[in-house]
């Protein structure tokens, strides 16, 4: 039978080289296929359609998700026998359905940790053994029940100081540097074929470095297993030392581990020393929250450079590092968004407002797609 072709519409048409420069346009997670993950850190509104801006980004351009806070102690496990899944279950079946690497964070940490969870009927804190039987409880029923979903754990998040020393969190001061050991044996015995990392910020600090390489080898050395050092790389304009930073891939790497960039942001806005005091409101206002309606030309040019030189870092070492994790998705629902104080407007990741990826990205993602043709 002989088909007769109709004539199509401008209309059609237009839908249709619009379809083709979709296809044609690359994304994040096509630009880095051969490198690394490419991720992003969501949160509840994101994940019950509140934020459709971030649900276009997520499902066009990543690869990976890690949930902004639905899976932290006290919004899992909020009563000793309690346990809240909506949250957490969404997520991950949002992962599922669109076939993401699925990050749980985080398992142990002494932020954002239930109340109950170290202390007795009196506040007091509880005997060793209790805590370790709490940790295992808590472990193993949230791994197993997202077994066979979840790709990895950040299993122990931010256990050292900047000067190499243990944080003193509850854990530490009920357990001591056991605390950490447990936690990994605990997280392999719940689900064996779950990537197991440990996590931290300030990981270009030369003795939060050697401490935490002490810390894998030692645990290593001893049968246990993890997979990767998670660095969270919460940036400014005036930090990290790239060559601190890059030195520590390296350390890392050399104990058999891989490397994850995890909580990747970068301030644009002047920083805001934790010594600061001044009394004026205005003048606080003024020094530490300067581009309430937008960035100057000139300082969006600067933060463009600092982050392409820092996805160069990323590059150099992609033989190690095998995800990178924007710690959200667009600046208006960035986390450094009034912190720490109210009002105060931030640039910090990969698109803007308007969902439009950012110049040093988009350039890279162009000059690509000019080889391809």
Request: charged share 25%; net charge negative; proline share 5%.
């Amino acid at each position: 039978m002989k088909l007769s072709l109709l004539p199509l519409s401008v209309a059609s048409l237009l839908t249709l080289a619009s379809c083709a420069t979709e296809k044609q346009t690359p994304t994040l997670k096509d630009h880095f296929a051969d490198d690394f993950l490419i991720g992003a850190a969501i949160n509840m509104n994101h994940v019950k359609g509140l934020d459709p801006g971030s649900d276009s980004i997520v499902r066009r351009h990543f690869n990976s998700i890690v949930a902004e806070n639905c899976m932290k102690c006290e919004e899992i496990h909020p009563a000793e026998g309690t346990y809240f899944w909506d949250d957490a279950d969404a997520f991950v079946d949002y992962g599922v359905r669109n076939n993401m690497a699925i990050i749980g964070h985080t398992l142990i940490w002494h932020s954002q940790l239930a109340p109950w969870f170290p202390v007795d009927s009196t506040g007091a804190y509880v005997s060793a053994d209790v805590l370790k039987e709490r940790m295992r409880d808590h472990i193993t029923t949230v791994m197993t029940r997202y077994k066979g979903k979840i790709k990895g754990w950040d299993v122990v998040n931010e256990a050292i100081e900047g000067d190499g020393s243990y944080r003193k969190s509850p854990f530490y001061e009920i357990l001591g540097e056991e605390f950490i050991p447990l936690a990994f044996q605990y997280a392999h015995e719940a689900d064996p074929d779950a990537e197991l990392y440990i996590n931290d910020y300030g990981m270009n600090m030369p003795a939060k470095r050697e401490a935490y390489v002490r810390l894998v080898n030692d645990m290593k050395s001893k049968g246990l297993r993890v997979d990767a050092i998670g660095m969270q790389s919460h940036m400014g304009m005036d930090y990290p030392d790239f060559k601190e930073f890059e030195e520590s891939i390296e350390a890392f790497a050399s104990t058999g581990c891989n490397v994850m960039i995890t909580e990747w942001d970068m301030s644009a806005l002047p920083t805001i020393s934790r010594s600061a005091n001044v009394s004026d409101s205005v003048v606080y206002n003024t020094l530490f929250n300067p581009y309430p309606d937008g960035l100057p030309a000139d300082i969006a040019d600067r933060w463009n450079s600092r982050m392409d030189s820092v996805t160069d870092i990323f590059l150099r070492h992609k033989d190690v590092i095998t995800r990178v994790t924007a710690w959200g998705t667009h600046d208006g629902m960035s986390w450094k968004n009034d912190f720490p104080m109210k009002g105060r407007v931030e640039y910090p990741l990969l698109f803007d407002r308007d969902c439009n990826l950012k110049p040093f990205m988009q350039n890279r993602l162009d000059n690509a797609s000019d080889r391809q043709i």
